[in-house]
């Protein structure tokens, strides 16, 4: 009976993850408690550091098993022996409300705002022939709208294209016009529609890597784009027009860098970019549309128009500030609810599926955060840079935001560096004008070569956990390679123009 009860419970834990997945977990969990107390006073550094690059590994294993069970399990661990403290989770959490409601509410709200969505961008896919352009297409208007909203919501319009496209495209593909296509049969498709479909995942793919990179190509550029952004521009007095103005000397260049790069990897189709769509793909979509239209009756139009106020009154809201990002959200789902009908709680669930999981997931991150904080894990690197000579504190302080950010969480690491930097300007140990190149360069290096992995940007990583990931076999490992030559580029480009401040 024991062993019954063992067999059973071995399948239960983290369900079907591959067995040395569960084994690694394991070990961890027994490793870091054991090195912690036996380390003593080096415990705390060394176990902190060993949690931050176990937690990695879970994000790495995304598609394998959710980060959220095994990277949770290590969060209680490292508050049960003492590397943080409850409070100050509470307190990181707390600190990054603005964000935890941008996930509950903003993402719903794109939800319901999929149709206009799905019906602008198929025309722009459809009318679009050239690869080329319409890569461009996509990182501009991704960089674009970051610059105005923030960059998960835009990441959350990818998201919610990229599935309506590869749902219309399945849906005839396995001969369901109607109802739900289930997307676990889909390797199992033979011949030219087994190859249509993995052209088309790689084209779906190198989309949604170039709209991801344009939200940091358009979210360093202003207050608004990102929530570091903010918390730089409100220590340093800035308004909007000034953080833009300050910026620009290293993020207009970026921008322009980051178009060439695309032209670059479309033409030579390096770092798995340059798939075109498949012709039979394409002539789904227009047969699609073509009956969509067709069919479409007053109602559904009505239904587009109050989407579309209702975009114009979210681009408004977010450019002028009217309110936090999670709250015009809220407002969001309330007005597109309201004059289309959708008046049931089942109805309004469904809108929450995609971001409460990520939003889990963040709260479970906020806990990494905060033993980073308790451990002082950065401060030996902060207190390194401060002591060098003032003409290469930008560069190098550029350059250790960067790689910190990378493999952690770049609003944390702004955070504790502009603290810093403002703690040095109060003592006298900075002058303004070296204050305000500091705020530059750390404001361009926790966004730019953050790209690197799916950690450093939390849009990054809700693209990684969302729904449409494992449809395109979007790997963690895979987003690292395609996300390579922009790291390259936009981390050179962006050095250079911090160096000539």
């Not at 036996?38 to 994000?59: E, H, K, P, R, S």
């Not at 002591?387 to 990378?406: H, K, R, T, V, W």
Request: net charge negative; proline share 3%.
């Amino acid at each position: 009976m024991p062993t019954t009860y063992q067999r059973a419970f071995t399948q239960n834990f983290l369900g079907n993850s591959p067995t040395w997945y569960k084994q690694a977990i394991i070990a961890f969990l027994i490793i870091n408690p054991i090195a912690y107390f036996a380390l003593g006073d080096a415990g705390g550094t060394v176990v902190g550091w060993m949690l931050i690059a176990q937690f990695i590994f879970t994000l790495a294993m995304a598609l394998k098993c959710y980060p959220l069970q095994p990277g949770g399990l290590l969060a209680i661990q490292a508050v049960f022996i003492g590397l943080t403290d409850p409070y100050t989770v509470y307190h990181e959490v707390q600190g990054n409300i603005q964000v935890i409601l941008l996930l509950m509410f903003m993402v719903a709200g794109i939800y319901f705002m999929k149709d206009l969505l799905l019906f602008i961008f198929t025309r722009i896919l459809l009318g679009v022939r050239s690869k080329l352009v319409l890569s461009l297409i996509f990182s501009f208007m991704a960089a674009f709208l970051s610059a105005f909203l923030d960059a998960l919501t835009v990441t959350a319009v990818l998201i919610a294209v990229t599935v309506g496209f590869y749902s219309v495209y399945h849906r005839v593909a396995s001969g369901a016009e109607s109802g739900r296509h289930d997307h676990s049969k889909d390797d199992k498709l033979q011949g030219d529609q087994r190859a249509d479909l993995e052209q088309f995942r790689a084209f779906m793919r190198s989309l949604l890597m170039h709209g991801a990179v344009g939200t940091a190509l358009g979210g360093v550029m202003t207050q608004v784009g990102e929530p570091q952004n903010l918390l730089i521009a409100s220590k340093s007095g800035w308004d909007f027009l000034e953080f833009f103005l300050r910026m620009a000397p290293v993020t207009i260049p970026v921008f322009f860098a980051g178009l060439l790069t695309v032209i670059v990897l479309e033409l030579t189709g390096w770092f798995g970019y340059g798939a075109k769509i498949p012709q039979s793909v394409y002539n789904i979509l227009c047969d699609f549309q073509e009956k969509e239209d067709k069919k479409r009756t007053k109602r559904d139009i009505a239904k587009l128009v109050v989407q579309g106020f209702a975009a114009v009154f979210l681009i408004i809201a977010l450019a002028t500030h009217v309110a936090e990002v999670g709250l015009i959200g809220l407002a969001i789902i309330v007005i597109q609810t309201a004059f289309n009908g959708v008046t049931e709680e089942h109805q309004l669930g469904k809108a929450f599926e995609e971001a409460l999981p990520f939003t889990a997931l963040l709260v479970v991150f906020f806990t990494i955060v905060a033993v980073i904080h308790d451990q002082h894990l950065f401060s030996p690197v902060i207190e390194w840079v401060l002591a060098l000579d003032e003409s290469i504190q930008p560069a190098m302080f550029y350059m250790a935001n960067g790689i910190l950010s990378a493999i952690s969480d770049n609003v944390f690491v702004a955070t504790v560096y502009i603290n810093e930097v403002v703690a040095a300007l109060s003592n006298g140990v900075i002058t303004q004008e070296q204050y305000d190149l500091l705020a530059v360069s750390i404001n361009t290096g926790t966004n730019l070569p953050s790209v690197a992995t799916p950690n450093g940007q939390a849009a990054f990583l809700f693209l990684l956990t969302s729904a449409i990931a494992p449809l395109v076999r979007l790997s963690y490992g895979r987003m690292v390679i395609m996300a390579l030559p922009y790291t390259i580029v936009l981390t050179i480009v962006g050095l250079v123009g911090v160096m000539m401040l």
